[in-house]
């Protein structure tokens, strides 16, 4: 953007629209001091940040903290936000919490909400 012919690079200015402002910080943090503290309260907002500004390493480590921390209450989001953001190791990881624990699982809404196809 501030190489090309932009509007950005003319103001100088990039406005980020539908990001976190709290992942943004937090990728800001991790650039100038290398570490990222991740937490179930934030780690979906900086994977989509991390994936959004193509930061490898931010993205792998929320992958990671997602896959220690997969369980009933969130294996259906977290396989859904790992479609979102084209990560195909946790979406198989998910997908296959959620098949091992089907019976567990057959009331929950949100395996209601999914389509017949998924």
Do not use: P
């Amino acid at each position: 953007m501030f190489d090309a012919d932009m509007k950005e690079r003319r103001e100088g200015i990039v406005k980020l629209q539908d990001v976190d402002v709290v992942a943004v910080r937090a990728m800001v943090d991790y650039i100038y001091s290398g570490i990222i503290t991740l937490t179930e309260g934030n780690v979906e907002a900086i994977l989509s940040a991390s994936d959004l500004f193509q930061i490898v390493w931010v993205k792998e480590e929320c992958i990671q903290f997602l896959e220690s921390n997969l369980n009933r209450n969130n294996c259906f989001g977290v396989r859904k936000l790992a479609d979102m953001h084209s990560c195909k190791r946790l979406h198989d990881l998910s997908h296959k919490y959620i098949l091992d624990h089907f019976d567990d699982l057959i009331a929950e809404e949100d395996l209601l909400l999914m389509s017949f196809d998924e």
